[in-house]
């Protein structure tokens, strides 16, 4: 899409946001494809003209196609080289089999089987005003930039999507499972997943948890696997999110030697979370981290941004920097807390080895 539009080609959209010193970005995932644009607060319309015209009147040329496609191949091999990226594919597609876990930017095979037309029809059939959210954020008139876009992106609202098969949805299911694979180090791969919080301070405790679980130095996972132990180089966590579901995930890199320690440490970890349930100063102190990563990341124009859009796709409102600070002033309440614990205990923890593993090694049922 970034090569060329109605009224631009790819070096004069450059050139467009270039000029203000702007940065012109996207990314793609399973679920959403985004672009984004971030210039001064005085060039606004730049950045309007610019998204507008990616989302409106993208004209695929022919000329670009097969150049674009040469790009793509070379992330898709580089993608082959990183463990912790094949890894983590080979979870989430044992997690939730199906077109949801196929790797975003596709395998060889099937970047051999587009053709010149199907961007167009991907395009006519999916980018709708009713899957389009616009978010922006800085120094500008509200009122002014709303009445620009309505104009802009007016063009959009008697579209309507070609037939086609409905979205996939990512569905977990039970994982325990060893995938061996050519590989110096070995990655262990955990998590729980559970429907999705309802409400936008329901995730902030979930993001809370994560961070006395595996997201600070802190953490009850670093301290563990990696400080006391020295199993681990690199160990952590993260909250996942799909459209329907929500997931507390963990990582860890290790030697091949290690493998059965480093598994049995992180599965007595997540047993420990029950045994040992964290404590209120745990909570407190990663409450304050994640507030000062709020604080922090907002410092980005593109975080700010980002942050809006995905809290008014996931609850229907706005929460902008200075709500969410506020929401996490609020200390996590027992209810919370215990709520957090009792989802957990409901789930079968997943678990996935994945890389150079010992043929010895043999994964035992999960009673955790």
Known sequence: ??????????????????????DLNAWTDREEMAFTCTVPAEDWAVAVEALSELCLTPT????????????????????????????????????????WSRPVAGTEESLDR?????????????????????????????ELVE???????????GRTGQDGPPPAHFSPGPLRKVYRAASQMVQVIGGFHF???ATARGALVWQVFSMLWGETMSSRLFQSIREQRGLSYNVSS??????RYWGLQHFASGSVSNTAVLVEALEDEVQRLFRNPPSVQEWEDAQ??????????????????????????????????DQVWKLLSIPVTPAERDGVLAVLARQEPSLCVW?????????????S
């Open 147 to 157: 009445g620009v876009l309505r104009d802009r992106f007016q063009d959009l609202s």
């Open 288 to 321: 304050a981290a994640l507030r000062g990563s709020v604080i922090l990341g907002s410092e980005r124009t593109e975080n700010r941004v980002g942050r809006l859009w995905r809290q008014y796709e996931s609850y229907g409102e706005l929460v902008g920097t």
């Open 114 to 142: 587009i053709s010149t037309e199907d961007p167009q029809q991907w395009w006519n059939q999916w980018a709708l005003p009713s899957r389009l959210t616009i978010a922006f954020c800085g120094g500008v008139e509200p």
């Open 1 to 22: 899409m970034f090569k060329g539009t109605r009224h631009h080609s790819a070096a004069s959209l450059a050139r467009l946001v270039d000029r203000v010193g702007g």
């Open 238 to 243: 993260q909250i996942f999110d799909a459209d």
């Open 355 to 367: 890389g150079h593993v010992p043929r010895r090694f043999v994964l035992t049922p999960g009673d």
């Open 60 to 99: 695929f040329p022919r000329d670009e196609f097969e150049r674009e496609k040469d790009v793509i191949r070379n992330e898709i091999l580089a993608s082959l080289e990183d463990p912790e990226e094949l890894s983590y594919e080979a979870y989430l597609q044992g997690l939730s089999p199906g077109p």
């Open 195 to 197: 429907p999705a919080p």
